[in-house]
C-alpha cells in the first residue's frame, strides 16, 4: 500500500469518526461503551503493529472530541465536519508531493533490515519477525508478484542465517572469513531491495574460494540466489510454509489469561474511560471561566499516549509529558498576552511548529513542550494554555495510577515465559524430527508453523527480560537484573542450534538418520519437561543434568556440524534447567 492510499483511507475513517461524534454528541450512555471497546481494539491491535494501533488511537480519540465538543460550537456541526474534511484532504494531498515513497516500501524495509541482520551478524529474531508481520499485512491479490518475491528473499535470508550459524560453530577463523565473504555480498543485495530497484544485480565477482563439504557450497548457492530473487529473476509462488501469521491470527493468540498485549488492551480501555468521565467532571466544577468548555477528552489524550505494556514506558513517557507540558503551558499562558495582531499569530504558529518539527525526535518531553504551546497559541487568552497543561497532568496522573492498581510485572512473567519458549522449542525440534524420518509437504508445514510459535515464544521472553530491566525490584521476586543476560544468552543459544541441526542432519546418510532423530527426540523431551518444570533435583541441588543420546556417526557431511549442535544445545539446556530450578528455590 503506498503512502497516499494508506493517508486515504485513514482519512476516511477519521472522517466518518467525527461525522459519529456529531451525530452521538451528548449521548454518553452510547459514547462511553463504545470508547470502551474502541480503546480495548486499540490496545489489542498492538500485536499486529504499533502503527495500525496507533492510527485506530487516533480515530477514537477523534471520535470521542466531536462527540464531547459539538454542543459547545459556535458553527454548525456539518460546517465543523467540512472543515475536518479539508484538513484530511490536505493531509492526502501532502502524500503526493516530494520525497515520494514506492508502492510497498515499508515491506521493503524491513526485508532489507533482515538481510542487514544477518550480514552484520546480529541477533536474527526480532528483524526475522519484523519482515514476517509486514508481509502478513499485503494482500495477496492486489500484491502478489512483489509478495512472491518479498516472501522468496525471507526464506533465502532464513536459509543464509542459518547456514552462517552452522559455519559459525566451526573454528573462529574459518567461521570469520565466511562472514566476512557473505557480509559484502548481503549488503549489496540488502541496499538492491531497500531501493525497490528490481533490474538485476550486476553480477558478483567468482567466489575467492571452493566450498570444502556441502554446507559451504549450500550457503554460496543461497546467496547466489538470493541476488537473483532481489533482481526480479526466479520469483516464485510462496508455500504455506512460509505464510507468515495473518493480523487476525495474531490479535487470537493473545487473547489468553497471562497475555501482556490482552492485559494492556483492558488497562487501556478502562483508563480511558475513567480520563474521560474526570475531564467531564473536573470542567464541569471549574466552570468555564477556568477551563475551556468540552475540551475534556485532553484527559484521554494523555492517558492514552502513555499507558503502555510495561513500567518502564508508561512512567518514562508520563515523566516527559508532563514536564514538557508544564514548560510549553507556561509559554503558552506567556504568549496569549502579546498583542493580538493577525500577522503576528501566523508567525507564533510558524514557529512552533518548525519548533516540533525540529525537536520531535528528542523525546516526549521536548515534543510536549512544543505541542501544548502551539495549541495553546491556536485559541485567544490563556484558557487553551491552562485547559491544556491541566487536562494533560490530570491526564498523566490518571496513567500512573491505572498502571500501579493493575500492573504488568514482567519480572514476575519470566519463569512462565522461559516455559513457552521451551515448550515452543520442543515441538520444534520434535516436528523437525518427525521430518527427517520422513519427508513430506505435510511435516515440511508442520516444521514451518512449530519454527514461527517458537521464534514468537522466545521474543516474548526477551521482550520480558527487556521491559523487567526497568521495574522496581523486590528483594521476595525472583529474577535479579544479573541473571537476565545469561539466561537469554542459553535460549538464544538453543534457538542457534537447533537451526544449525535444521540444515546439518538432512546431509546425514540417510541410513544415520534415525541416531540424529533419537537424539532430538531427547532433546525435545528435555525441553518439553523444563517447560513443564519437572525437572528433578540432584544431589548437589541443581538439576537433573541432561544426556542426549550420544553415538558414534560414521563420517559424512553434516554429522560433525550436527553432534558438535546437539553438544552445544543441551549443555545450555542443562545451563538452563539448573537455572529455572535455582530460582524455583529462591520463590
Not at 450512555?29 to 495500525?52: D, E, Y
Not at 490482552?262 to 473536573?282: E, N
Not at 513457552?420 to 508453523?449: I, K, N, P, Y
Not at 549442535?565 to 529462591?586: G, Y
Request: proline share 5%; charged share 20%.
Amino acid at each position: 500500500m503506498i503512502p497516499a492510499q494508506a493517508a486515504a483511507i485513514t482519512a476516511m475513517l477519521q472522517i466518518a469518526a467525527a461525522w459519529a461524534g456529531i451525530l452521538l454528541a451528548g449521548q454518553w450512555w452510547i459514547v462511553f461503551p463504545l470508547l470502551l471497546v474502541s480503546f480495548f481494539a486499540a490496545g489489542m491491535l498492538r500485536s499486529v503493529a504499533i502503527g495500525i494501533s496507533m492510527r485506530w488511537l487516533v480515530i477514537t480519540i477523534i471520535f470521542l472530541a466531536f462527540a464531547e465538543f459539538t454542543p459547545t460550537l459556535a458553527v454548525e456541526p456539518t460546517t465543523a465536519l467540512l472543515y475536518f474534511a479539508v484538513g484530511a484532504a490536505i493531509m492526502i494531498a501532502a502524500q503526493l508531493l516530494p520525497p515520494f515513497s514506492s508502492r510497498h516500501s515499508g515491506q521493503r524495509r524491513a526485508v532489507s533490515a533482515f538481510y542487514r541482520q544477518i550480514a552484520a551478524g546480529g541477533p536474527l529474531g526480532p528483524a526475522l519477525f519484523s519482515a514476517d508481520q509486514s508481509l502478513a499485512l499485503l494482500h495477496r491479490r492486489t500484491s502478489g508478484r512483489e509478495l512472491e518475491r518479498l516472501t522468496q528473499l525471507v526464506e533465502r535470508g532464513e536459509q543464509i542465517a542459518q547456514l552462517l550459524l552452522l559455519l559459525d560453530n566451526r573454528s573462529e577463523e574459518e567461521a570469520r572469513r565466511w562472514r566476512d565473504i557473505a557480509s559484502s555480498r548481503l549488503s549489496e543485495i540488502a541496499e538492491h531491495i531497500a531501493r525497490g530497484d528490481r533490474a538485476p544485480l550486476p553480477a558478483p565477482p567468482a567466489w575467492d574460494r571452493e566450498a570444502a563439504d556441502p554446507a559451504e557450497s549450500a550457503l554460496m548457492e543461497a546467496i547466489d540466489a538470493a541476488a537473483r530473487v532481489a533482481g526480479g529473476l526466479g520469483a516464485q509462488a510462496p508455500s504455506e510454509e512460509r505464510r507468515a501469521p495473518r493480523p487476525w491470527e495474531l490479535v487470537r493468540a493473545e487473547l489468553r489469561p497471562r497475555s501482556p498485549i490482552l492485559h494492556h488492551a483492558l488497562r487501556l480501555s478502562i483508563a480511558c474511560v475513567i480520563a474521560q468521565i474526570t475531564g467531564m467532571l473536573v470542567a464541569s466544577w471549574v466552570g468555564t471561566s477556568a477551563m475551556l468548555a468540552g475540551h475534556g477528552f485532553w484527559v484521554v489524550v494523555a492517558t492514552a499516549l502513555i499507558v503502555f505494556p510495561d513500567y518502564g514506558d508508561t512512567f518514562s513517557r508520563g515523566i516527559g509529558r508532563t514536564i514538557g507540558t508544564v514548560l510549553g503551558a507556561l509559554l503558552g499562558i506567556g504568549l496569549s498576552f502579546l498583542p493580538q495582531n493577525p500577522l503576528l499569530h501566523i508567525i507564533i504558529l510558524v514557529l512552533l511548529f518548525f519548533g516540533y518539527l525540529a525537536f520531535r525526535s528528542c523525546g516526549q518531553a521536548w515534543t510536549m513542550f512544543w505541542v501544548v504551546a502551539w495549541i495553546a497559541a491556536l485559541t485567544p487568552g490563556p484558557l487553551g494554555a491552562i485547559t491544556r497543561g491541566a487536562d494533560t497532568l490530570i491526564g498523566c496522573v490518571i496513567g500512573f495510577a491505572v498502571f500501579l492498581v493493575a500492573p504488568t510485572w514482567h519480572r514476575n512473567q519470566l519463569s512462565d515465559r522461559l516455559k513457552d519458549w521451551s515448550q515452543a522449542e520442543g515441538e520444534r525440534l520434535e516436528s523437525l524430527s518427525t521430518l527427517w524420518q520422513l519427508d513430506s509437504e505435510e511435516h515440511r508445514l508442520a516444521v514451518a508453523h512449530a519454527t514461527v510459535r517458537s521464534r514468537v515464544a522466545r521474543l516474548e521472553f526477551f521482550n520480558a527480560a527487556h521491559s523487567a530491566r526497568t521495574e522496581p525490584r523486590s528483594k521476595r521476586e525472583q529474577w535479579e537484573n544479573d541473571d537476565l543476560d545469561p539466561v537469554s544468552d542459553r535460549v538464544l543459544e538453543v534457538s542457534r542450534q537447533v537451526a544449525v541441526l535444521s540444515v546439518s542432519v538432512p546431509q546425514w546418510p540417510e541410513e544415520a538418520r534415525s541416531r540424529a532423530c533419537s537424539q532430538a527426540d531427547a532433546l525435545a523431551t528435555a525441553l518439553r519437561r523444563l517447560g513443564a518444570g519437572e525437572q528433578e533435583a540432584s544431589a548437589d541441588g541443581g538439576s537433573q543434568r541432561i544426556q542426549p543420546v550420544r553415538t558414534e556417526e560414521p563420517g559424512g557431511p553434516g554429522v560433525a556440524d550436527a553432534q558438535l549442535a546437539f553438544t552445544r544445545a543441551a549443555e545450555a539446556l542443562d545451563w538452563l534447567a539448573h537455572e529455572e530450578s535455582r530460582q524455583a528455590q529462591r520463590a
